[in-house]
């Protein structure tokens, strides 16, 4: 699991700059795999279950993650398969805690 599941994700205030270059290559190395960065504006990751149960409660406990993490990703729900795309609506951009977020819903598919 990528260390970065163990931070909090940082509210954003709005008014900083998206994390693009470097950073941002830096940032998904410490992710781990599975993410796409799109466009350096979103991560999107879908992961697939065995049937329809266990991917509406894994969206739950996704849901339930963004509630206390005070961060909200589009969830797409369907057969066996949840679609996560996360990125920071204030800024339309990456940030840190967008990366915080992403290795805590991968924590939760464990």
């Given at each position: 699991m990528s260390e970065l599941a163990s931070?909090?994700?940082?509210?954003?205030?709005?008014?900083?700059?998206?994390?693009?270059?470097?950073?941002?290559?830096?940032?998904?190395?410490?992710?781990?795999?599975?993410?796409?960065v799109v466009d350096e504006h979103h991560l999107e990751k879908a992961y697939t279950f065995d049937?329809?149960?266990?991917?509406?409660?894994?969206?739950?406990?996704?849901?339930?993650?963004?509630?206390?993490?005070?961060?909200?990703?589009?969830?797409?729900?369907?057969?066996?398969?949840v679609t996560v795309t996360i990125w920071t609506h204030k800024i339309d951009g990456l940030t840190e805690s967008d990366f915080v977020f992403a290795a805590k819903s991968d924590a939760l598919h464990r």
């Amino acid at each position: 699991m990528s260390e970065l599941a163990s931070q909090q994700c940082v509210p954003c205030r709005g008014g900083v700059p998206p994390v693009t270059g470097d950073e941002l290559k830096a940032l998904q190395t410490r992710l781990g795999g599975g993410w796409t960065v799109v466009d350096e504006h979103h991560l999107e990751k879908a992961y697939t279950f065995d049937d329809f149960r266990q991917a509406l409660d894994f969206t739950v406990r996704v849901g339930e993650m963004a509630e206390e993490q005070d961060h909200h990703p589009d969830i797409v729900l369907t057969w066996g398969r949840v679609t996560v795309t996360i990125w920071t609506h204030k800024i339309d951009g990456l940030t840190e805690s967008d990366f915080v977020f992403a290795a805590k819903s991968d924590a939760l598919h464990r």
